[in-house]
T-cell receptor, first 112, second 118 residues
Framework: SQKIEQNSEALNIQEGKTATLTCNYTNYSPAYLQWYRQDPGRGPVFLLLIRENEKEKRKERLKVTFDTTLKQSLFHITASQPADSATYLCALEGTGANNLFFGTGTRLTVIP | GAVVSQHPSWVICKSGTSVKIECRSLDFQATTMFWYRQFPKQSLMLMATSNEGSKATYEQGVEKDKFLINHASLTLSTLTVTSAHPEDSSFYIC??????????????FGDGTRLSIL
């Protein structure tokens, strides 16, 4: 069965630096991948979607890459701010229409 | 736009009680809504897919008689946890996609319901 790994449970970085989060998957060839942000006690909020034929996607300070050969997506936050502190989840399409399977998430803390 | 409202946000009840959770799309219509469960420090696990006007599709291992789903309109889906027990305590989250069902659509999530069974 498909497996999604976000190999850092927690990541601490200094304000102003670039945060890089990793999402790896196995036994799977998704046509697209999504990234969400989740704050404590809240539902996830959609950030970015990248398709298999797109190498890179940007939105303001966010950048996502998708390497289908390595079966990996990288999520970057440049010029990080304490307000970026949250858990970031990657999600892959599931078997049904618009189903999503989520990784375990990386809890990012940006230190002032 | 694309706001999903979930109610209640927090429930504490005794073992054996049935609890109903509502999920509403406020500014769009959703033929499909999804119900997830999330345990502390774990990711979201899809429980079932709710389709307006038809029976829900449950993921493997999820008891359909335990978790009753009703999607009676394009803006409302409900999840009822029947005869809840302490092991059902969790964070339940719903999400919805717009009626223009296309692959690759982002999902819009409610803020979740924290269920605690004593």
């Amino acid at each position: 069965s498909q497996k999604i790994e976000q190999n850092s449970e927690a990541l601490n970085i200094q304000e102003g630096k670039t945060a890089t989060l990793t999402c790896n998957y196995t036994n799977y060839s998704p046509a697209y991948l999504q990234w969400y942000r989740q704050d404590p006690g809240r539902g996830p909020v959609f950030l970015l979607l990248i398709r298999e034929n797109e190498k890179e996607k940007r939105k303001e300070r966010l950048k996502v890459t998708f390497d289908t050969t390595l079966k990996q997506s990288l999520f970057h936050i440049t010029a990080s701010q304490p307000a970026d502190s949250a858990t970031y989840l990657c999600a892959l399409e599931g078997t049904g229409a618009n189903n999503l399977f989520f990784g375990t998430g990386t809890r990012l803390t940006v230190i002032p | 736009g694309a706001v999903v409202s979930q109610h209640p946000s927090w429930v504490i009840c005794k073992s054996g009680t049935s609890v109903k959770i509502e999920c509403r799309s406020l500014d769009f219509q959703a033929t499909t809504m999804f119900w997830y469960r999330q345990f502390p420090k774990q990711s979201l696990m899809l429980m079932a897919t709710s389709n307006e006007g038809s029976k829900a599709t449950y993921e493997q291992g999820v008891e359909k008689d335990k978790f009753l789903i009703n999607h009676a309109s394009l803006t409302l889906s409900t999840l009822t946890v029947t005869s809840a027990h302490p092991e059902d305590s969790s964070f339940y989250i719903c999400s919805a996609s717009s009626t223009q069902v296309r692959r690759n659509q982002p999902q819009h999530f409610g803020d979740g319901t924290r269920l605690s069974i004593l």
